[in-house]
Each structure stands twice: as C-alpha cells, then as structure tokens.
C-alpha cells in the first residue's frame, strides 16, 4: 500500500502540481482528472469508513503510509482522504441531516471547508472569535466574517465557528480568494443573517471549541505527517543535486559545509518523526496527546522550513526557480503559522508539563 500510494503520488500528483497550486477551473479539472485515476487505481478514500464508499483502513494504518501522501500538498485531496477529518468529527457530533453530506463527501461529489479564523481577531485565540449565533425560529442566526478558510471557493458547505457552537451551513458568501505566497485556496467568507436549521448545529451547543479539540488533535498529527512527508522530498532533491554538480573539479556532495545542510536536515527530519510516530501512537490509542503534538508540531514546521532552505541553497538560483522547492518552501513558512502559530504550541505544551512537574 506504501509503495503504491508512493508511486501514484510522485507519477500522477506531483507533475500536476503547479497546475493545481493555481487553482481556478483547470485546476479542479486536473483535480477531478487525477481523482479518477485514484478511483481506478483502487486508491481512493482508503482511510474513510467502508459503509460511506472508503476503504475502511484504521487510523494507524494510515498514519503509516500519510507521509507519502502528503509528499505533495495536494495528495489527500487527490486521493480522496482529505475530508477524513469532517466525516470523523460529523460522525461524532452531527444529527441526520448533516449526516446526509456524507456519502457524496467521500465520493468527492462535494466538499467542505472550516472555518474558525477571523479577520481582526487572534486566530491562536479561537475564543475571541466575534462571529455571532443568534436564535430565531427553527435554528439560528451567523453573522461575520471569516478568513484563511481552505478551499472555500469551492466548498458545498462550511463548518464555521460562532458565538462558542459549530454550525454547518450552505449560506455564506465568497468575498475574495487570499493567494499565500502566490498559492490559491485560501479564501475569505462573509456570514450575512445566515440561516442556520437548528439540526445542523454540532453538538449540543457552546461545546464548539472542546470539538474544535477533538478535531485538532487529529488535523495537526496528519498535517506533522505530511510536512515530514514533504521535507523528505526536499531533502532527496538536496542529496541528488549535491552527488551530480560540479564546483572546481569535485561534487559538492564532498565539501563540507554541504555534507553540514545534508546532515542538519536528515537530523531534523528523523527527530521530527519520531515525535510525530509518538504522538501518532496516542492520537490512534484515543489518548491524551497535547505535549506529544505541541512537540510534533513544532518540530515538524520548523524541519520542513530548514529543509527547504538548505535545498534551495545547495541548488543556487535554480533552487528559487518556479518548481518544487519554491512550492515547498511556501509551505514549509506557512506550516509555522497554520494549525495554531508554533509560539502558541511552544508556550502552551512548556505551561502544561510545568504545571504537570509541580503537582
Ligand atoms: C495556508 C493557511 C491555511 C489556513 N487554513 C485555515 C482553515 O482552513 N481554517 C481556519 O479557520 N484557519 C485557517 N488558517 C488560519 C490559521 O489557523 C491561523 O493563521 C493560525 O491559527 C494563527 O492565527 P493568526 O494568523 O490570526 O495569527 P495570530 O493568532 O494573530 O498570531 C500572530 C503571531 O503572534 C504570535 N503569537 C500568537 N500566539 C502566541 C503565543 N501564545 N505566544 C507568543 N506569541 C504568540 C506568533 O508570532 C504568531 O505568528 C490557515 C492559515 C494558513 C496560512
């Protein structure tokens, strides 16, 4: 399956990479073009549940074999696992009529977005989100505004944070797409008098942050995995480019300072997965994981934007060409934001294992 995923990742995903970062309809065209070639691949939804059309492979099977997915940004979405994380968190939280977004979710008929960050508000501060929920008959009222949501452009519905409860609505309205770092997919919504039926609220209501939790918790171990995934891939670019260019009669791979970029990314990279595998291992195990992925976290942002770097600069201007690196390069700066700033982590596991040690 390793190996399979893999190949079809580097053969079918990765060429269409750059014509999928620009996003806009050739790039959901390619998108649907290499969803098909998963579906007949028999590599489609492979950790979604077999009743919902997936293949029904447990989570630590899929933490196996994450990395090589995510190699490319666009691997969970090729191969269909992307929603993984909604149909987890609906199963858990939502009643039938949003249960019903299911199936075509995982068929890839449709997709969803989530959206908790907010223009004008700390987004590492998710309880100072000011969008509002207010009651009227039959459900509920959102008023706000939201921003960085991923792939809203496209999105049949959002799950979006308000007044401390999640909602999934269809009624919001695409104010601009956010280029990050030149790449499409991050829009910004508006929520105007939104109509929310009261059966679409997950939850019973003022519990949003604590699903938001439970939804993080796997969101950021998969998102560690991928960015590993990506920085192995930076670092065989570095390897292969240091063994075949020549500067004053030998390989660079025989200077120094070179074998220093080889060796600080290879360190980075195993100690980031070995604290990825170990929070891995609790999130699986349904355990308290917190300190495991606020290191795993870090970690992996930090090892996916020093391996960029000493790629881009093994290879010289080329490096800084349009092309891979660049692509991961943007990811690599943008992963020490996304999924709480890595301040945020650092400070928050450091409070926690002090508080642990003194009682
Ligand atoms: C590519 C991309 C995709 C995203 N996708 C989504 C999405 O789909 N849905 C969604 O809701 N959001 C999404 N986001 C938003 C992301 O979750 C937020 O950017 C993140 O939570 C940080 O919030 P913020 O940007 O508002 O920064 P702020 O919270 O304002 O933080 C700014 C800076 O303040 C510092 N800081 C913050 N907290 C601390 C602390 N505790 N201690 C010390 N310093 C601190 C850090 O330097 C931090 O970088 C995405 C962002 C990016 C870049």
Redesign the pocket.
Known sequence: MLEQVSAFVREHVQPSETVLDAGGEAGQAELARVRALAKSAGLWALPLPRDLGGGGLGLTEYFAWAEQEGSSDHGPAALGSACLLDVRMFRRFARPAVLELLKPLVAGEISG?????EPGV????PAAARTTAVRTSGGWLLNGR?W???GAGNASYVTVLASGSLFVTTDFRVVREIP?LGAAG?FEIALEDAFVPDDHLLGEGGDGLAIAGTRLALGRTLRCLRWIGMAERAFGLMCLRADERQVRGSALADRQLVQQHVFESLLAIRSARALTRQAAALVAAEQDARTEIGLAKVAAARTLHQVTDAAIQVFGAEGLAPGTLPMLARIGR?AR?????D??HV?DTARRVLRTRAN
């Open positions: 977005s989530y959206a908790m960050t700390a987004g590492s501060d939201k960085f949501t991923t990050v991050q943008a934001i996304l999924d709480g700033a301040e945020m400070s």
